[in-house]
């Protein structure tokens, strides 16, 4: 039982580059969440999906997209990356709240970092 | 909006010493409360949590927490500090419902002195 993975774990990306973060669980959970985490911040939610063929926008989901084409994975692109993108990317999961608030497991991150 | 608020960034106190770690919340509504724990280079680990009952929280590693309505707070605390807590420290709320979105506070960073 891996839990939360991301791939990569680094990567150095010139202005204008696009890429693609991967997230994969294997704890059968509905919700899977990105989050961008910068010195001072916290973590900060860009996208969230509740189950499978569906994302929303979180607090800063400019610049960014996601997918979620398949339950155990949640995808995160960045079209043009511009050096405001360099950041540390968590991608976390969580099975459905049913009137409550249920943990979030937290995958190891990526450290991104645009030239 | 809701939000969390962590007093002081930077924490450092000596090896045995007492943890007090900071957090109070904006709500009139009790949210849910979450303490993680993030290890340099390492994802974020569940401290603690409180969800409804025992106002008075206890999680691993000799953690614990309180939920103080009154206040909006939900302090973290450990009687004796060892060496191996040194890591970063964030509370987080949420309010449940049809999304589980957790709302960060900013985070603490703990040192721990020899």
């Known amino acids: 039982n891996a839990g939360v993975t991301q791939t990569p774990k680094f990567r150095v990306l010139k202005t204008g580059q696009s890429m693609t973060l991967l997230c994969a669980q294997d704890?059968?959970?509905?919700?899977m969440y990105w989050y961008r985490q910068d010195p001072g911040m916290g973590l900060r939610l860009i996208h969230y999906s509740v189950g499978e063929g569906t994302t929303a926008k979180g607090e800063v989901p400019d610049g960014y997209n996601v997918s979620r084409l398949k339950k155990q994975n949640f995808l995160l692109g960045l079209e043009s990356a511009a050096p405001s993108q360099t950041s540390v990317y968590f991608c976390?999961?969580?099975?459905?709240?049913?009137?409550?608030?249920?943990?979030?497991?937290f995958g190891p991150g990526t450290r991104l970092t645009v030239l | 909006a809701q939000s969390v608020t962590q007093l002081g960034s930077h924490v450092s106190v000596s090896e045995g010493a007492l943890v007090l770690l900071r957090c109070n919340y904006s709500s009139s509504v009790p949210p849910y409360l979450f303490w993680y724990v993030q290890y340099p280079n390492q994802g974020l680990q569940l401290l603690l949590k409180?969800?409804?009952?025992?106002?008075l929280v206890k999680g691993i590693n000799g953690f614990e927490a309180e939920f103080k309505k009154s206040e909006t707070s939900f302090h973290l605390t450990k009687p004796s500090a060892h060496m191996s807590d040194a890591a970063e420290y964030f509370c987080a709320v949420s309010y449940g419902g049809a999304t589980n979105k957790l709302i960060f506070g900013t985070g603490t960073l703990l040192a721990v002195q020899p």
């Open positions: 976390a999961s969580s099975t459905q709240a049913s009137g409550r608030s249920n943990e979030q497991f």
């Open positions: 704890m059968n959970h509905e919700y």
């Open positions: 409180y969800t409804t009952g025992a106002t």
